[in-house]
């Protein structure tokens, strides 16, 4: 089984500010099948990336996605306060669907 | 568009079985390229998979709960459903059902949750 770490735990930054999220697969995995989620408190998450760095329908293009191997980045290129939420990363493979324990980007 | 909805008992009692419903609005189970799954969140946790349906019945469920879980799907009511029989206090959690896009291997639309707690 996969196993997917996510750091750094926690993100203080401002406004404005650039956002770089990782998330590591315990051995490596086909970018085909790496998400990211974002998660605000009390809602559902939200897809932002599929693919690695394919952007989900709606999604602003600060978001990114990149990587490949057993390193996958989520960059955000600007921070908007409807930023700060938690994200997650996830893989599907061998008809399982894996999700890293979260990056809580908070306001500093 | 497609929305989801779960319903289902917000109090289940140890060692009972779990019994959730997704309702699909907005758009027909059995079209296009999805699959149909449920997705769990303890309070202040992350997130953990449970288990998937296609519309044909097909079903892949995650090995840790096995087990103890039945996924369903009724595509004359547009709603699948969750049995988590045997349930403790380790279940109880926030409990999502999901649209999964083959296109995309993501999970494209989810429902706004539902809180199950196990408790007597």
């Known amino acids: 089984e996969i196993v997917l770490t996510q750091s750094p735990g926690t993100l203080s930054l401002s406004p404005g500010d650039r956002a770089t999220l990782s998330c590591r697969a315990s051995?490596?995995?086909?970018?085909?099948?790496l998400a990211w989620y974002q998660q605000k408190f009390g809602q559902a998450p939200r897809l932002l990336i599929y693919?690695?760095?394919s952007r989900a329908t709606g999604i602003p293009d600060r978001f990114s996605g990149s990587g490949s191997g057993t390193d996958f980045t989520l960059t955000i290129s600007r921070l908007e306060p409807e930023d700060f939420a938690v994200y997650y990363c996830?893989?599907?493979?061998?008809?399982?669907?894996?999700f890293g324990p979260g990056t809580k980007v908070e306001i500093k | 568009q497609v929305q989801l909805q779960e319903s289902g008992p917000g109090l289940v009692k140890p060692s009972q079985t779990l019994s959730l419903t997704c309702t699909v609005s907005?758009?027909?189970?059995?079209?296009?390229?999805?699959?149909w799954s449920w997705i769990r969140q303890p309070a202040g946790k992350g997130l953990e998979w449970i288990g998937r349906?296609?519309?044909?019945?097909?079903?892949n469920y995650n090995p840790s709960l096995k087990s103890r879980v039945t996924v369903s799907v009724d595509t004359s009511k547009n709603q699948f459903s969750l049995k988590l029989s045997s349930v403790t206090a380790a279940d109880t959690a926030v409990y999502y059902c999901?649209?999964?896009?083959?296109?995309?291997?993501?999970?494209?639309?989810w429902g706004q949750g539902t809180m199950v707690t196990v408790s007597s």
């Open positions: 999901a649209r999964g896009n083959w296109a995309i291997d993501g999970f494209d639309i």
């Open positions: 907005g758009g027909s189970i059995s079209s296009g390229s999805y699959y």
């Open positions: 349906i296609y519309t044909t019945g097909s079903t």
């Open positions: 051995q490596s995995v086909s970018s085909s099948y």
């Open positions: 693919g690695a760095s």
């Open positions: 996830q893989h599907y493979g061998s008809l399982l669907y894996t």
